[in-house]
């Protein structure tokens, strides 16, 4: 019967599919200094992320990373990766970014091992989750891959170095800070606009600036709490215009996270409150400038993205040339940041970038400009 | 049933007939619960009834109760159309993106985002009318496409307020004798619509092409075309919602409006249209919308645990559901045994 | 929207003589419109191969056989059941909520100490709840199911989330994680993809050598026709939904193993990729037809796709819009191959339907 030729044809492509599996176990190894499986130029690049760097005359061994921020189309991501590029045009060798469409740990991890499959020389990833993505990376590991974390940092043990934007307990400290000078006297209710629940980076600047207020300089800052808005517009808009209303006495909302921190100053200018309740925290200056001139954000702060997805390209660039390895106390220099001063790899293999700017009406017009986002 | 000669059968008690007439209109069903919801909630929370809270709630359940009107009319027709988030998000963001360009003032570029919402709801309608494929598999398409969509006219970026004309987003917050703007709008597109269900033989083809699909086409109602339209609206109403979304939230990124097609969805099911078609008015999900808006308020109000939410989004959904069934299952039990006697 | 009865091509409303026709040619029909599906997704499949071994050197090696496989499996075993349930004419929106849930309950188990196994079992268990409410919400008070999945979908998801609350967990035992991430010593076959082909066995045989798998088409064509005939239309459907119920709870435990973490927002959006890939199958949304060959080939042509666009570096919303059109394609297609079909038919016999008529019977 011709139907069952056709289920024999079908078993037989699946069988190929499985024997090529069997067949196929020992890999073309990914060697540091493999030239890269780059993106075939005649796929098709409509992702505003595919954009192979000339590396043509680089002299430098053809090196390629990958970039897998927590969220693609995300414009703070976007902006670490054209620092990235930078950094592949001045030191040599191929950077892509890919990544998922939501911020979802389960979605990033075929990407990664994407990567992997492909040999490339380093993966520089912001985890959504820190433990979901170990398994895969500890794979990559032992293919030979170096992993750099930015941004948000994977468990311990699943990269060789996390740079990391800031010191977490200076942004924490800094979070109290902002707070304290916006609310009247340092007196008042304050809560957080938080971004995912299980976000790491978010959920450790919250515990150092609660760490931070237990000092007596705080001690009449009221704290109600944290609320998530997941880094969704609508669910960050609601839940600060919830938290107007359930705190009529609020001062200040905190939101550590770019898109939670123009919903709260947006819901604070639309519920008219613009003066009496404030907003802090870290935000994208191009978002904030509106905010900042209304007055609803006197202060917010952030570090230099751009400078981020630089300096993680530099330091995948050197774990591959094996300069560095990313165990404590090495130091490194990248031309053209810090001052050109030496990087200390701290505990864990973690690399700071640099104490955060602190963005206000008198200087946010000139670091639009420069920081051009 | 007993053969007794009978005297006049007794008529319903009281209770049995205001069940009857609240199982008959679910609107009325609907604006009775949120009054209690109103009453429960304000005990614990006064400030849930302030100007401030309810200006906000309504203001957002505005543009979601704009795009279930436009929903519901597909639903009615026995179809579904997942896309609107992603007509929503890409409406919002090339009316963003205009206005950023400076390339059209004002109006007209409002103009041209209904006219895109227009232009995607067709698109849907012509591959579901055209090429006969099913809704809710052309919709689940869409959605992806128009998203994709979106994402390529972004190209990594987003529109900040920053960009947009002076004081844009202050439309959301205008108010007319303490009534949002929104919600005149949303007011003035559910009469205009509701109306046109009432009184246009239109209305009447699109409860007949989702009662009874082949009765309509044998008495000569061109059931495509019907459903084409409803298609068209839902879309154009769906880029009416994403150009108020626009002022609403001032930033719009490539992935606004994400998860909003539950949302809308959930709004005219709860609102009383039916998923098997041919039932529901565009009011229901109106105050549907409303209602939905007021729980996640009161959730947020009364300070419950954020996982709740979805927990009771759930249970609304089906409660409402089962009472439809229960309540028609009841009526035709009484029409029956009223017709025996 | 449904499809033109099974009639032999040619004869549409047209009354009197229909031509001469033998029995087996009915049956043929059938199967060619079967036949036709199936070898058109073995034609995309090959051709996707083709493409993936020009895009990268890496596409036929066995890891990334691994990765491309092990990236569904979870997708995969649910599209079993749910086959079995649109074949019904039902739909199950509420299975990546099962699938959070069944994660989260294993997770906290495993926190409060119980053994991993006996958490599993339990989880099963739960799954198989989940399912009988929804079979019952269904049948008993004659809900779409759309509906009630929908409803589901949120109550299940929020019972994942006031279970685990922000935290997950992620220090399950090594042998767990290896079972949900790793391959067969030695190879590159993931010990995900035994599962899968162990239960796609199970259900090709129950799909199509069973008794069950008969009702199941017949409550799909008819569902009055059906329950004359003595099929108990309601059991059938409450056992499939516990089925998909019991499965998702499955792909659950297998997810959080593969990622070492259970998180209550565990397997978001996962329902939409199960229907497609049904659909991409060539199982009728509206009930009555489909096989199970067709949807585990749709497995591995969608998970082809998506690998190869990974290798070329496509962005994961360029995906979403491929598979979007696959989905329509693959409904649009077969649609104009028929009214080709039945065009040059018509054209052959020089046949017209009456004025007025409807072609073929069909609504849309």
């Not at chain 1, 509106?290 to 630089?310: C, H, I, M, R, S």
């Not at chain 2, 309810?54 to 997942?82: C, H, P, R, W």
């Not at chain 2, 109000?301 to 009841?330: F, K, T």
């Not at chain 3, 996707?48 to 990268?56: A, F, K, M, P």
Request: net charge neutral.
């Amino acid at each position: 019967m011709i139907y069952r030729a056709q289920r024999f044809a079908a078993g037989v492509a699946v069988l190929a599919l499985v024997v090529t599996a069997c067949g196929s176990s020992a890999t073309p190894a990914p060697s540091v200094a493999a030239p890269s499986a780059a993106p075939s130029a005649a796929a098709p690049s409509a992702a505003p992320s595919a954009a192979p760097s000339t590396s043509a005359a680089a002299s430098a061994a053809a090196l390629s990373v990958v970039v897998i921020p927590k969220q693609i189309n995300n414009p703070y991501f976007d902006v670490a990766f054209k620092g990235a590029q930078k950094a592949a045009s001045d030191l040599g060798g191929t950077v892509t970014q890919v990544g998922p469409s939501a911020a979802d740990a389960t979605q990033q991890v075929p990407f990664i091992q994407t990567a992997t499959t492909q040999g490339v020389g380093a993966i520089v990833i912001s985890a959504d989750d820190a433990t979901a993505v170990v398994p895969a990376l500890q794979a990559a590991m032992a293919a030979g891959v170096k992993v750099v974390g930015y941004d948000s940092s994977p468990a311990v043990g699943a990269y060789n170095v996390f740079v990391n934007q800031a010191d977490t307990a200076g942004i924490g400290k800094g979070l109290a800070d902002m707070a304290c000078a916006e609310a009247p006297s340092c007196t008042g209710e304050i809560a957080v606009l938080s971004a995912a629940q299980s976000a790491t980076n978010q959920n450790a600047w919250i515990d150092a600036m609660k760490t931070t207020l237990k000092d007596a300089k705080y001690s009449k800052l009221v704290f109600d709490g944290v609320v998530y808005g997941n880094d969704d517009p609508q669910v960050s808009t609601t839940q600060a215009q919830g938290l107007l209303q359930a705190h009529p006495k609020l001062k200040v909302i905190i939101a550590p996270t770019t898109v939670g921190i123009i919903a709260a100053a947006q819901v604070v200018r639309a519920a008219k409150k613009t003066g009496s309740v404030f907003v802090t925290g870290l935000g994208t200056p191009k978002g904030m400038q509106d905010y900042v001139k209304g007055g609803e954000a006197p202060q917010f702060a952030l570090w230099n993205v751009t400078d981020l997805g630089y300096l993680a390209y530099a330091v995948a660039a050197q774990l591959t040339a094996g300069t560095i390895k990313g165990t404590e106390g090495e130091t490194f220099t990248v031309k053209g940041l810090n001052g050109d001063k030496p990087y200390t790899i701290g505990k864990d293999g973690v690399v700071v970038l640099g104490p955060p700017f602190v963005f206000d009406k008198a200087n946010i017009d000139q670091f639009v400009a420069s920081f051009g986002f | 049933m007993s053969a007794e000669v009978s005297a006049r059968p007794a008529g319903p008690s009281l209770g049995s007939r205001i069940v009857s007439m609240l199982g008959r209109s679910r609107e009325l069903t609907l604006a009775g619960v949120i009054f209690l919801l109103c009453l429960v909630v304000a005990i614990q929370a006064p400030h849930f009834l302030s100007i401030s809270n309810l200006s906000q709630v309504t203001t957002l359940a505005a543009i979601i109760a704009i795009a279930a009107v436009g929903e519901s009319l597909v639903v009615m027709t026995k179809n579904i159309d997942l896309s609107v988030e992603s007509t929503i998000g890409l409406v919002a963001f090339v009316v963003a993106d205009i206005l950023r360009q400076k390339m059209l003032p004002g109006p007209a570029a409002w103009a041209a985002g209904i006219g895109l919402g227009l232009v995607l709801g067709m698109a849907n309608g012509a591959i579901i009318t055209l090429f006969r494929v099913p809704s809710l598999v052309a919709t689940l398409g869409t959605l992806s496409i128009f998203r994709g969509l979106d994402f390529f006219v972004a190209g990594g970026h987003e529109v900040n307020l920053a960009d947009l004309p002076a004081g844009y987003s202050d439309a959301a917050t205008q108010a007319f004798f303490g009534v949002p703007l929104f919600v005149i709008l949303a007011i003035i597109v559910v009469v205009v619509v509701a109306l046109v269900m009432r009184l246009t033989p239109f209305g009447r083809q699109v409860y007949a092409v989702g009662s009874n699909a082949e009765a309509a086409l044998i008495i000569g109602i061109r059931s495509r075309l019907v459903i084409f339209l409803t298609f068209a609206i839902c879309g154009a109403l769906a880029g009416v919602a994403g150009v108020l979304w626009g002022m609403e939230f001032g930033t719009i990124y490539a992935t606004s409006a994400s998860n909003v097609s539950l949302q809308v969805i959930a709004a005219a099911v709860v609102g009383g249209v039916a998923i098997a078609g041919g039932a529901g008015t565009v009011v229901g999900a109106a105050v549907g919308a409303l209602f939905l808006g007021l729980i996640n308020n009161a959730l947020l109000l009364l300070q419950m645990p954020q996982e709740l939410l979805q927990v009771i989004y759930g249970a609304v959904i089906l409660v409402a559901v089962s009472a439809d069934a229960l309540i028609q299952r009841r009526e035709r039990r009484l029409a029956a045994e009223g017709a025996i006697q | 929207m449904t499809d033109p009865p099974d009639t032999i091509p040619g004869s549409g409303t047209a009354a009197g003589a229909a031509p001469p026709v033998t029995m087996r040619r009915p049956i043929l029909q059938r199967a060619s419109g079967l036949l036709r599906w199936e070898s058109l997704l073995l034609v995309v499949l090959a051709l996707l191969v083709l493409e993936g071994t020009r895009l990268s050197k890496f596409f036929l090696t066995g890891p990334n056989f691994a990765n491309l496989t092990s990236a569904v499996m979870e997708v995969a075993i649910v599209a079993l059941p749910m086959t079995l349930i649109i074949i019904t004419g039902e739909i199950d929106l509420s299975v990546e909520s099962m699938i959070g849930l069944s994660g989260a309950i294993l997770g906290s188990l495993w926190a409060a100490g119980v053994p991993i196994e006996v958490g599993i079992v339990i989880v099963l268990v739960v799954g198989a709840l989940g399912g009988l409410f929804n079979g019952l919400v269904v049948t008993r008070l004659g809900l779409p199911s759309l509906v009630v999945t929908l409803g589901t979908l949120a109550l299940y998801r929020g019972l994942a989330q006031v279970i685990l609350g922000p935290t997950a967990i992620s220090n399950f035992p090594a042998g767990f994680t290896a079972f949900g991430f790793g391959n067969i010593p030695g190879s590159t076959i993931p010990w995900t993809l035994i599962v899968f082909s162990a239960l796609g066995v199970v259900f090709w045989l129950l799909t199509h050598k069973t008794w069950i798998g008969r009702q199941v088409f017949a409550v799909g064509k008819n569902k009055d026709a059906a329950r004359y005939s003595g099929v108990r239309v309601g059991t059938l459907k409450t056992a499939l939904f516990v089925v998909t119920g019991v499965i998702a709870a499955l792909a659950g435990v297998i997810l959080a193993a593969r990622f070492s973490s259970a998180r209550a927002d565990n397997g978001t959006g996962l329902t939409l990729v199960v229907v497609t890939i049904v659909l991409l199958g060539g199982v009728d949304i509206n009930g009555g037809k489909g096989t199970i060959t067709g949807v585990i080939l749709a497995v591995f042509t969608l998970s082809v796709l998506q690998n190869e666009l990974r290798l070329a570096g496509v962005s994961s919303e360029y995906q979403g819009v491929a598979v979007g059109l696959l989905l329509i394609g693959s409904v649009t297609a077969p649609y104009l191959a028929r009214q080709a079909r039945s065009y040059s038919d018509r054209a052959r016999r020089g046949r017209h339907p009456p004025a007025g008529s409807v072609e073929g019977g069909e609504v849309v």
